[in-house]
Protein backbone atom coordinates (compact mmCIF):
# COMPACT_ATOMS: atom_id res chain seq x y z
CA UNK A 1 0.00 0.00 0.00
CA UNK A 2 1.20 3.45 -0.80
CA UNK A 3 0.74 6.95 0.90
CA UNK A 4 -0.54 10.09 -0.92
CA UNK A 5 1.23 10.90 -4.03
CA UNK A 6 3.27 7.84 -4.38
CA UNK A 7 5.18 7.81 -1.10
CA UNK A 8 5.29 4.89 1.17
CA UNK A 9 2.56 5.04 3.72
CA UNK A 10 2.61 4.50 7.83
CA UNK A 11 2.45 1.27 9.26
CA UNK A 12 -0.60 0.84 12.29
CA UNK A 13 -1.09 -2.67 14.18
CA UNK A 14 -4.87 -3.59 14.82
CA UNK A 15 -5.10 -0.78 17.24
CA UNK A 16 -4.47 1.66 15.17
CA UNK A 17 -1.41 2.61 16.83
CA UNK A 18 1.44 3.81 14.64
CA UNK A 19 4.40 1.20 14.55
CA UNK A 20 6.31 3.08 11.88
CA UNK A 21 6.76 6.59 10.56
CA UNK A 22 5.52 6.78 6.34
CA UNK A 23 7.95 8.49 3.92
CA UNK A 24 7.73 11.99 3.69
CA UNK A 25 9.51 12.82 0.49
CA UNK A 26 10.10 10.28 -2.60
CA UNK A 27 13.56 10.55 -4.77
CA UNK A 28 13.72 9.70 -8.59
CA UNK A 29 16.52 9.88 -11.13
CA UNK A 30 15.90 10.32 -14.82
CA UNK A 31 15.46 12.47 -17.61
CA UNK A 32 13.09 15.72 -17.80
CA UNK A 33 12.52 17.95 -20.77
CA UNK A 34 10.50 21.08 -20.65
CA UNK A 35 8.50 23.20 -23.45
CA UNK A 36 7.08 26.23 -23.34
CA UNK A 37 4.96 28.11 -26.05
CA UNK A 38 3.47 31.65 -25.95
CA UNK A 39 1.55 32.65 -28.45
CA UNK A 40 -0.94 35.51 -29.43
CA UNK A 41 -3.79 34.28 -31.20
CA UNK A 42 -6.10 37.30 -31.79
CA UNK A 43 -5.55 40.76 -30.94
CA UNK A 44 -6.53 40.18 -27.56
CA UNK A 45 -6.16 36.37 -26.76
CA UNK A 46 -2.89 34.93 -25.63
CA UNK A 47 -2.40 30.69 -25.83
CA UNK A 48 0.32 30.03 -23.25
CA UNK A 49 1.49 26.43 -22.88
CA UNK A 50 3.97 24.45 -20.89
CA UNK A 51 4.28 20.44 -21.53
CA UNK A 52 6.79 18.66 -18.72
CA UNK A 53 7.94 15.08 -19.61
CA UNK A 54 9.73 13.08 -16.90
CA UNK A 55 11.21 9.41 -17.25
CA UNK A 56 12.82 7.53 -14.53
CA UNK A 57 15.39 5.15 -15.33
CA UNK A 58 15.35 3.33 -12.20
CA UNK A 59 11.82 2.55 -11.64
CA UNK A 60 9.48 1.66 -15.32
CA UNK A 61 11.95 3.26 -17.70
CA UNK A 62 9.22 2.69 -20.32
CA UNK A 63 6.76 4.77 -18.51
CA UNK A 64 6.64 8.93 -19.18
CA UNK A 65 5.12 11.34 -16.63
CA UNK A 66 3.38 14.08 -18.61
CA UNK A 67 2.45 17.65 -16.40
CA UNK A 68 0.70 19.76 -19.78
CA UNK A 69 -0.37 23.04 -18.42
CA UNK A 70 -2.55 25.51 -20.83
CA UNK A 71 -3.43 28.97 -20.08
CA UNK A 72 -5.63 31.16 -22.12
CA UNK A 73 -6.02 35.08 -21.31
CA UNK A 74 -8.42 37.42 -23.05
CA UNK A 75 -8.23 40.54 -22.37
CA UNK A 76 -11.60 42.58 -22.82
CA UNK A 77 -11.18 46.03 -22.31
CA UNK A 78 -8.47 48.01 -19.54
CA UNK A 79 -10.78 46.89 -16.75
CA UNK A 80 -12.35 43.32 -17.46
CA UNK A 81 -9.96 40.22 -18.47
CA UNK A 82 -10.50 36.70 -18.24
CA UNK A 83 -8.62 33.63 -18.04
CA UNK A 84 -8.97 29.90 -18.88
CA UNK A 85 -6.71 27.32 -17.11
CA UNK A 86 -6.11 23.51 -17.55
CA UNK A 87 -3.88 21.07 -16.32
CA UNK A 88 -3.60 17.73 -17.52
CA UNK A 89 -1.13 15.10 -15.02
CA UNK A 90 -0.42 11.85 -15.87
CA UNK A 91 1.93 9.46 -13.26
CA UNK A 92 2.06 6.03 -13.28
CA UNK A 93 3.63 6.02 -9.55
CA UNK A 94 0.67 7.21 -8.16
CA UNK A 95 -2.87 5.00 -7.89
CA UNK A 96 -5.96 6.72 -8.33
CA UNK A 97 -8.85 4.68 -7.18
CA UNK A 98 -12.30 4.36 -9.43
CA UNK A 99 -14.83 4.41 -7.24
CA UNK A 100 -18.63 2.40 -7.52
CA UNK A 101 -21.68 2.76 -5.99
CA UNK A 102 -23.07 -0.59 -4.51
CA UNK A 103 -26.27 -0.69 -2.93
CA UNK A 104 -25.89 3.22 -2.20
CA UNK A 105 -22.65 2.63 -0.74
CA UNK A 106 -19.84 4.31 -2.20
CA UNK A 107 -17.30 1.88 -2.36
CA UNK A 108 -13.18 1.18 -4.03
CA UNK A 109 -13.30 -0.59 -6.43
CA UNK A 110 -9.60 -0.52 -7.94
CA UNK A 111 -6.53 1.85 -7.96
CA UNK A 112 -4.43 2.48 -11.10
CA UNK A 113 -2.57 4.81 -13.12
CA UNK A 114 -4.83 7.50 -14.67
CA UNK A 115 -4.65 11.05 -16.09
Do not use: C
Not at 25 to 41: L, M, N, V, W
Not at 70 to 86: C, E, G, H, P, Q
Amino acid sequence: MRGAYGVDHAVYDTARIKIENGKRIRYEFGAFISAKIKQTIAKNIVLSTKLDLFNNYFENPQNIDVNWDVLINMKVNKFISASINTTLIYDDDIPIPIYVYVNGVKTSKRAGPRT
